[in-house]
C-alpha cells in the first residue's frame, strides 16, 4: 500500500523541504514546488506536511 499520492504535499525530512508529489517511481517521489527545481526524495523519508507546512507552499508567488 502506498503512503503518498500524486497531488499530496509533504515534507521531505531529510532536506526539511515541502514540496507536491508530481510523480513515484517505486519508493522514490518526485516532489517539486511553484519555484525552483523538481527533486527526488525516498517515500520512507516523507510524511504528510502539517497544515502549517503545507501554507507555506504557495506563500511565495512570483509578480504578475
Do not use: F, Q, Y
Amino acid at each position: 500500500m502506498l503512503k503518498h499520492a500524486v497531488g499530496d504535499i509533504v515534507l521531505d525530512e531529510r532536506t526539511t523541504r515541502v514540496g507536491r508529489v508530481t510523480a513515484i517511481h517505486g519508493e522514490c517521489l518526485v516532489l517539486a514546488r511553484s519555484s525552483g527545481k523538481p527533486w527526488s526524495a525516498v517515500a520512507g523519508s516523507c510524511r504528510t506536511a502539517t497544515s502549517a507546512e503545507a501554507a507555506g507552499l504557495n506563500a511565495w508567488r512570483p509578480a504578475a
